[in-house]
Structures are given as structure tokens and as C-alpha cells.
């Protein structure tokens, strides 16, 4: 069965640090990557997603960045943290190579930028 | 431009009785719903879907309901349980490469005891 980690599981950082979260999968092979991020009191929104090794697709402008080095691995980025970069950050995966479009999420990274 | 709306941002239900959960949405190429149950802390977990050829899809106490005219989807939840209670998306897709999701806002249900 799939499996997603991430980690870590809760990071409180200063503005203008660097970041970097962390998503592994197991149990599958070539899938699509998702980055979600949940704002407080917010919906779900798709930052990232990636649909093969060094493939990187961009939903919305930030400085935020994605990388996958690996297939099973998915990797969010920052340079610099904002306040606004606070949130609760989510890694997905499309599971199935049939047409069905569910996702699959992790349990979640909570940044909390001071 | 939100392409998937959750107009209620939340819902009062007493155990046992019906819970309905809507979602609008804008973009008409989208041809896959889902909703998706949220306890806080954790991430979404799947619930259910349906297919833009149908109307219906059940399971269990589970019930998504589909109108295309409309652009409007629900949940029906029958009957509500306190372990129901947490935050709804519903969530949209339409034939792409990415196969990507668009979600709304959210619903928080809460059902009482």
C-alpha cells in the first residue's frame, strides 16, 4: 500500500531563515507529487506538483520552490521565510495509474515563522 | 478567481439526523469530484468521488450527489455521527497532465451529541 512521510512534523522558524520539508513515498512507483499549503483558517492551496524526476510545475508565484531528486522523494524550499509562509504544509500523491484522480495525503508539516 | 466554492463555512448537525454539505463550482471542463475529511492536524484523508456521467455515487452513509445544469455538487452524510465532525473540502479535476486538484474553501461540520 502507499505510504507518505514527512518531516517534520511541526517547525517553528525566524523570518529570512531557510527551509526545507521533506516528503518520501513508499509503495508506488513514478507518481504524481503534490504541495499543498493550508493557511490558518483556509482552504487548501496547490503550490507545487510534479509529474517525474526534476519535472516542476508551479501553481502560484512565492519563495517557495520544489525539487524532486528522486522519484519517491519531494522536496519544498525556501531561501528566505516570510510571515505569510506560515501554514500547514501537505505532500500528496495521485494515486492509481487508472483515471481516477484521487489523491493520497500525507499527515503534514505545521511551519509557524516568527 | 476561485473555481470550487464552499459557501458555508460551517455546519450544525444533531447525531442521527442528515448532514448536507454543498459545494459550487465555475469551470465546466471539470469532469471529477471529490470530497475529502480533515481532522485538524492531520492531513486530508479521501472520502468519496463521482464521475461527471453520473448523478449519484453512494457508500455507506456516504452520498455524493451531482448536478452538471447546476454546477453543484453535495454531500449527504445519513446519519451523522460525532466522529463526523471536522473539515470538509470538496475538490475538482479535469483531464490534464498533472491531474491536478482544485478545492474549496472547506466546511467544518460539527455534530452533536
Known amino acids: ?114 | 478567481d476561485q473555481q470550487v466554492k464552499q459557501n458555508s463555512p460551517s455546519l450544525s448537525v444533531q447525531e442521527g439526523r442528515i448532514s448536507i454539505l454543498n459545494c459550487d463550482y465555475t469551470n465546466s471542463m471539470f469532469d471529477y469530484f471529490l470530497w475529502y475529511k480533515k481532522y485538524p492536524a492531520e492531513g486530508p484523508t479521501f472520502l468519496i468521488s463521482i464521475s461527471s456521467i453520473k448523478d449519484k455515487n453512494e457508500d455507506g452513509r456516504f452520498t455524493v450527489f451531482l448536478n452538471k445544469s447546476a454546477k453543484h455538487l453535495s454531500l449527504h452524510i445519513v446519519p451523522s455521527q460525532p466522529g463526523d465532525s471536522a473539515v470538509y473540502f470538496c475538490a475538482a479535476s479535469k483531464g490534464n497532465a498533472g491531474n491536478m486538484l482544485t478545492f474549496g474553501g472547506g466546511t467544518r461540520l460539527m455534530v452533536k451529541p
Open chain 1, 1 to 114: 500500500s502507499q505510504t507518505i512521510h514527512q518531516w517534520p512534523a511541526t517547525l517553528v522558524q525566524p523570518v529570512g531563515s531557510p527551509l526545507s520539508l521533506e516528503c518520501t513515498v513508499e509503495g508506488t512507483s513514478n507518481p504524481n507529487l503534490y504541495w499543498y499549503r493550508q493557511a490558518a483558517g483556509r482552504g487548501l492551496q496547490l503550490l507545487f506538483y510534479s509529474v517525474g524526476i526534476g519535472q516542476i510545475s508551479s501553481e502560484v508565484p512565492q519563495n517557495l520552490s520544489a525539487s524532486r531528486p528522486q522519484d519517491r522523494q519531494f522536496i519544498l524550499s525556501s531561501k528566505k521565510l516570510l510571515l505569510s509562509d506560515s501554514g500547514f504544509y501537505l505532500c500528496a500523491l495521485r494515486g492509481g495509474a487508472g483515471g481516477n484522480n484521487e489523491q493520497f495525503f500525507g499527515p503534514g508539516t505545521r511551519l509557524t515563522v516568527l
